[in-house]
Each structure stands twice: as C-alpha cells, then as structure tokens.
C-alpha cells in the first residue's frame, strides 16, 4: 500500500515529474543514440573493406598505406613496380590479387585504375559486394565506372563523357582522351562513392603522350593508336590481395615486407583500421563526454525537482510520521521515487532511441553511408541504463537525508 | 454520564495485560528544549490521564503546546524525566521503537489537511496499520472496520473508494477521526481538530468523535484553545497548569 501510495503521490505531481522523466528520457536516448552513432561509425570505418587479406604497397606506415589505397586520402609516396607485383600474383599462396593506381582526378574525385577483379574481389560491410545501379562495370578501354556520390554531385549519366585529369586539383586536363561512363555503382557508404574507377590499362592510355608531368609538345596520339598499343603499367600504387587459406596471411605478409627487390609493406586491413581508429577515436570520446554530461545534468534537474517539492510535501511527510512511519521510510519514499522516475526515463528514453532510429536509419544511411542497426539493446546499453538508476539513487539521497533531518525535526507537528 | 472505570478491553503490549486503573498515559519531571533553537525550554513536572478519560488541554499557541503532543507521540524525547504510555516508558525507546509504538498505541488527528490528498479514503483510514502489525490484527477485517467507522461517522461507506482531495473539510476531519480510531489505539490525540470548521460542524464533529472515542474505549486527550468546548470533557487543564515555559534568550 505504501508503494501504491508512493505511485499516488508521483501521479498528483504528474507535471513535474512527467517533465523530469522527459528530461532524462532525451539524455538517456542522446547518450545511447551517441553510442549508436559512435559504433555504427567504428563498424562502417571498418566495413569499409572486408574480404581483402592483405594490402601491398610500398613501404611507408601502415596507416597511410590504408588511408591512400582504401580511404584515397593522401598520395603514395612511391610506386610498386609491376614486375614486383607480378612477383607477388605468381606465389601460390595468393588467391586473387587486385592491382590499384591512383593519381588521377576527375574534379574533385579521384580516379582509380584498377581491373575487372575489383568488383568481383572489393568487399564492404561483411562481404557485400560492389552493384552496378546503372549500366555495366567497363567493358572497353575508355570506359569508366563512377561512384553513387560522384553521379550524385555532378549529375552525371550513363553514356556521358567524363575527361580525367592527370594529378590531383590539376588543371591540365587529359582533354585529349575522353572518358564514356558505363556504369554507376550503388551507394555504398565507402569511398568508392566518391571514385572514378577506370581499367589500369586506361591510366596508362592517358599518360601516352605525357613526359614528367606534362604534356609533350606536339605530340597527339590518335585514339586509334592508343587503343593498338600494348598498355602494360610501369607500376602500380597498391594492390589488394586475397590468400589462399587464411593461415597464410601472416607468412605472407612476412614475405611481401622481407621482399628483397624492392622496399614493399604489406599490411592486414583490419589492424590498419584499428589503428586509424585509435587516431579518430579522440573525437568519439568527446562525444561521449558530452552527452554523459547531458545525463548528469539530467539527474541533477531531478534532484532540483526532488528539493522544490520537499517544501510543498512537508505535510505528506508529517501525516506519514505521525501514522508511525520511520524517518527511515522517508528516505526510503524518495529515493524510490527518484529510482522509478529515472528507471521510466530510462526506459522512455530507450523507445524514443528505437522510434528514432526507426525513422532515421534510412536517412542516414542514404545520406551518410552509415548504417546504424536496430537490434537488441547491447549489455554496454543495459549498464548504462542501470548506472543511471544507480546514480539517480545516489544523488536523490541529498534530498532524501535533508528530508530525514526535516522530519525529525518537524516530527508531526507541521503548522502550514 | 461515562464511568473512568468503564471496562476496558485489556491491550496487549510484549504479551503484559494492562490493569485498567493504570494511567494512560503519565509524564513525570520532564525536560525538553530544541536542540539549535535559541531558549525554547519545556517542562512538564507532573501530568497523568487515566484510562479511558477524556481531556481538554487549553493553550494560546506558543504555549508548548506543539512539543508537547509531540514528546506524547515519541517523535521528540525528553531531557530529562520519564513519559509511559498504558506501561511503557516510550522516553526510554529507541526512535525506531517509539514510531512503532506510536502507530500501535496512539491515533492522531491533526487541526487540518490530516489526509495525504492522492489517496482514496480506505488509503487513508488503513495508513495507520501499515506501520502496526498488532494494531491491523485487532482491527480484524480492515476493509469492513473502515467502513463501519465511516457509517458511525456520519459518512456514506461508499466514500471509501473516494479521492481525499475530493472531500469537504468537515468530511476530512471526520476520516482523520476514523484513522485515529481503526484498530482502537487506547490513546487519541486531537490537535485542535476543530478550529478548520464552522460552529454547526464542530458540534456535530465533537459529538461523533466523543461518541466513537467511547464507544472504542479509548483516552482522548484534545489540545484546543477555545475554553467554550469544556463541558464535554472529564477533566479541562491549563497548559500552564501543568507546564513551564522558558524562553530565555542568550
């Protein structure tokens, strides 16, 4: 009966404590939706490639081997030849092996020169792989491929000339060699969105009349003539490998970076990204901090809630000491109180994540690439929830022990 | 007119039955000031009410009245002397000991506002026997005891199921009446439980709470100032009569 007395109580104060169980409710579904975000993030960084073993580059760190040849941040400071990348294909223990050349732009993307295997090889979010929304993956030599972002930004269509530039925010086009698009991929929330993917042997086409960096005077190759010619790369930027069996990634790796002929890294993606992540982590802690912060607030505004009503409910608390009741019961009363309150924001709050996720997954996925999955709440979430309750008990016993002192010196005697 | 010596239904407190020419309540050399509050001292040489008696303590407020009802109903405890409600010395209880013996003994009515307002009134009459496992197991069936009280009380039974918040103040006072005297405590307090109502009410209020105090057998000690509401009682007594006031300032 003290419980149904005590849930009396808080339904006569419906308003207040409807607006602190609110108040809670919006932190908590900040705090999870933070941690929903943050994760979705770390597992969208990391899905960014899946199914490759290995990614062979020359030697630099492992980090800016990724953030160049996945992320296509930064430049290679150096080429893999092609005779070392033969080298590599021909070793038994390789599966598939999927040549990359970057160094091109069309506008602000880059442009990728790579084989028909990438598409067949190229993984992201646990094996899924690369679709054409529009036409083809290329086909002939001047066909070129382009990402969801890239189609999306500059309004292009299948069939549409694209011109390549050479280098990266150049201005010296490769006007003399245009481009067709055949395909557009399917958004993938990777950075193949924002890539221009072309076959090698088209890098190479468009680089035939260009000497050091610019374009040789008077020299015009005829598209004809390109097309005749033999257009085996010089050199590669990176290459993406399969391995035969997985035991055999380390060995290989192993054998890739102690490659005599030239100085190689080989690196395991997923380490990679655990180490880029360990640099982008930073700002996901502070994220976190913050919206803890909004929780405190949050429980803070309670206990202010739980103050400013002690005042009006000093004859509450009389009449229940006067029955018999123990100082004891009091603190009990309200901390019971404060513990329902945060246990149905908690729990307002956790639906109020699920509803917005509901109605936000889509969009950000379509906006973002990041896919953010509706599952079951995760023992992390579960902890958080009840470390709210906790705390909100902890910090209702401020007014709880001020009711204490009140109502025994009030004792049952309050003149209103 | 009513007998002090009218049988009285022996109480049972720690297995002891109370001889019924024991004082109800009796306070012997008692000293009491506020802790932190500035000169405000109480003392209460001698006072005694017999078992089944009814009393009228008259005060202007400021007389100590306040500390002593609350010295009576143990939530205070005195400095010095003792305090014995039927055979227990309450001033040498622990504060968890005199709650419960508070609830067990003694029913309260305060002047007004005696009902938590989100109750229904069954909440409110049954509040007592939550902290009094002995007192519910005398009141037998509480649900029908409560009604009872209410009907005696000049109240439709149906009123029980009702919200306190929804009740006039005279209907209020009256629940308060029915709580105090659910389980028959053997000592009623009653602060000045009057003043919130009007002539035609109090009279008819007083009437019911002298009539249902008898017919339960209980001590009635009622703390008023207003000298007009003696005649009902077995015995008026200044509060100066019995008590000293110091308020000696530092």
Redesign the interface.
Known sequence: ??F??AL??L??RALTVGMTILAIALSVALFLGVEKIRTGAKASFSDTISGTDLIVGARSGSVQLLLYSVFRIGNATNNVTWESYQDIAARPDVDWIVPISLGDSHRQFRVMGTTAAFFEHYKYRQGRSLEAAEGLVMDDLFDAVIGADVAATLSYNVGDPIVVAHGIASFTEHDDQPFRISGILEKTGTPVDRTVVVSLEAIEAIHVDWQSGRQASGQSTSVEAIRAMELTPNAITAALIGVESPLQTFALQRAINEYTQEPLLAILPGVALQDLWGIVGIAETALLAVSMMVIVTALIGMMATIFSSLSERR??MA??????????LIVGLLVFEAVLMSAMGALLGLAFLYIGLIVAQPIIDSAFGLWLPIEAPTQREIWVILAVIGASAIVSLIPAIRAYKTS?SD???V?? | MRSKWSATPPYSTCGIYIEVTQPILNISGVQFHWPGRTGFSLSVPEFSIEAGETVLLLGESGSGKSTLLSLICGTIRPDTGTIHISETEISALTRGARDRFRAEQIGVIFQQFNLLPFGTVLDNILLPLQFAPERRKRAGNIRAQAKDLCKNLGLPSAIVAVKSNALSVGQQQRVAVARALIGQPPLIIADEPTSALDADNQAAFLDLLFQQTLANNSSLLMVSHDPRLSERFDRVIRMDDIAHIDRATI
Do not use: C, D, Q, V
């Open positions: 009966m003290i149904r007395l009396a109580s339904a006569a004859r509450e009449i229940l000491r006067a029955m018999g009741a123990s100082p004891r025994i004792g049952m005697m003149k209103t």
